[in-house]
């Protein structure tokens, strides 16, 4: 087995939700860079502690948390029947990739991903850090871990990647990403830890490690019959986070008012903000980027919305768009808007004009703002479950999770989550004037091509 697998020497770091983190020497030059660190100052959660104060944990834990999780993960696949095929290299890959899948993460979670094309996604960021030769990232991977870069690079960004991504690359990312993967299982005990909520306290961590199994024909993760039931504690625990946590629309406000402030910013001629600044940066700095750039511009609205989300004075929701109303017209303009964030924020100008006459004063540009989530997320179920000889006796195995045989979590989820979680809302400044303008007429307004 590979000596990074089996390693017990280096360091042991204590984490609050999967105890003493084995750190051997090479990982921990890793965790030593400078880009690594930065992780410690971007916050996992963006702008929920707004709603849950103590959701101040960073992608730093949560990466070590990953790295942790996915080598018991390994060492399970390694003794699975028949059993993952990978050579020491791989291992080592695999194990830089974890610890580095968000190395490329921008401050305030995935909000400034939504600004395209100002932002790439993530793991196309990281895949820039992780291949500079001129990076410590670039130096520790060749000198000390003896791999390529570009392999690590494959394993974390193998969507977006120009090039076909070989195989041996393709089947490490299956593991790293997917329904059942170590970045999920973390990022959802850990969040609702924090939160002090207790969603992911019905998830059985043991029972879900111990039914982990590779399937050879799908090249990736299944599971035994035995980790079922934990399974789907875990995709129903997704489905609360997002509709309780991750979605809340304090959560959605601030990161709308956030995202409409760094756009007013970029799409401004003399913008001098370049997005080198923004991706070496802290929460912290990226704050004090803007506010200098808003100061220098003489951007009152961004300043005002940004303003509004340090001191927790956030838009109000004026009107949602309920599943009666969800048409594949309707969906279509917001399909629309969601892709083509410019578009957003003329439509966002164009709404505080049209509504401006029903207020009675000249509603200011930022005054109104459309949220749209990712239309794309739902919870996912494609999972391969073997039965061995406990299989039904009408049917072939292997099950997939979603099948009625096995469990019908993700059908009675998936309507729910649509109709509950994915929600569109219009939000607007606390004032009643404002609310009640744009609750009788904004929807009617934003639709009206139709």
Known sequence: MEPLLAAEDGKAIRDPVWGYIQVPPPVLQLIDTEDFQRLRQVTQLGHVHLVYPGARHSRFEHSLGVYHL??????????????????????RVFIAATLLHDIGHYPFSHTLEDLRPFFVPHEARARQIIEDPDGAIHRVLVESFRVDPHRVANVIDYESCAQPVPPEDLL??????????PDKIDYLLRDALFCGVPFGESVNRDRLIASIRFDPEQQRLAITSKGVSAVEALVFTNYLMFRNVYWHHAVRAATAMLKRAVQDILVHPGCSLAPSQVHASTEAELLALLQHEQQRLHLAGSAALLAGTIRRRLHKVGAVLHPGERSAEVMQIFGDLYRDPCRRRQREIALCEELSPAVGRRLQDHEVLIDIPALTKAPQADLRVFYGQLGPVDGEEPLTLDNPAVSHLRSSLLLNFEEQAKVIRIFCVDDPAVRAAVRAHAKALLTSRI
Do not use: C, M, Q
């Open 70 to 91: 996915a080598k018991e993960f390994l060492r399970r696949l390694l003794r699975s029947d028949p059993p993952l095929r990978v050579t020491d290299e791989d291992v």
């Open 172 to 181: 490490l990312a299956n593991i790293l990403s997917g329904t059942l993967d």
